[in-house]
Structure formats: C-alpha cells, structure tokens
C-alpha cells in the first residue's frame, strides 16, 4: 500500500538509493552520463534542501519516491525504478499543491518519462536552454502550471 508523508531524517539513505538507481536514466540523452554524481556527494544545494518541503512517497516500508518543493519551484520528484507506472509519480500532485499558483520546474530535455508526467499534470515545456550539471553541459527545458 503506498503511502505519502513528511520527509524525516531517517529517509535520508532510502532516497539517496531511489535517486542513485533512476539518475543515469534522467541523464540518458540530455547529458554525458559522467555528470553523475551520487546524492549523498552532492552538496550543492544544502541550503535549498533545508528549506525545501519534502514529501516521500513509501510502498510498505520502502521508500518508493520523493519530492521537494522549494516555493514555487518542484525542484525533485524522483521514483524508484521499480515503482514506474504505478501511480506514485502523481506525488506531484501534492508537491503542487504546496507551489501553486505558480508552479513550474525544469528537467532535462531527453527524460521523456518525466516530461510526459509533468505534462499529463498540466505543466507545458515555457523555455528550452542550455545549463550544465556536475561540469557537463546539458540541455534543459523549464515547465510552467497553466502558463
């Protein structure tokens, strides 16, 4: 049974998996797949995260999937790989709630799974750009809520 709650520092290894395991297909035809690099080495965004308002999705006890909503901005929403096409990405529902009426968030140009779910929730690709990520470069695109 999947269930949705406040992140708790305890989920702090569980998402670090979930995001490890579906972070190279994110990057799969966006970005070189050297630009990975493992949550828990990723310390560029300290002070986003603690400010941020994390949700995890848990099927049973695992970690199925998390979000992060910084004001406006859906700044994460990963799923475990296993959990795909299983309803849980429409956590992001609840991430909206928390960042309407101007939600938006951006993602990399080649995840299709992604873009399609943002998209079947009402967000529309607003801008297409260039950016990097862990020192390569990426093509990104930002997705607005009715914009």
């Not at 080495?41 to 998390?66: M, P, Y």
């Not at 960042?99 to 009402?122: C, H, I, M």
């Not at 990104?140 to 009715?146: Q, W």
């Amino acid at each position: 049974m999947i269930s949705i709650r406040e992140y708790e520092d305890s989920d702090w290894e569980p998402i670090c998996q979930v995001h490890d395991r579906i972070r190279p297909d994110e990057l799969r035809g966006s970005c070189d797949p050297r630009a990975f690099v493992p949550l828990a080495e990723d310390t560029g965004d300290e002070e986003d995260s603690r400010r941020s308002h994390k949700l995890i999705a848990r099927d049973g006890e695992r970690v199925a999937g998390f979000a992060r909503v910084d004001g406006a901005y859906v700044s994460w929403l990963y799923l475990d790989p296993d959990h795909h096409g299983r309803g849980i990405g429409r956590l992001l529902r609840l991430g909206m709630d928390l960042a309407v009426p101007d939600a938006f968030t951006v993602s990399l140009v080649g995840n299709a799974r992604a873009l399609g779910l943002y998209e079947s929730e009402g967000f529309a690709v607003t801008e297409t750009f260039e950016d990097e990520n862990a020192g390569y470069s990426c093509t990104c695109v930002r997705l607005e809520l009715n914009p």
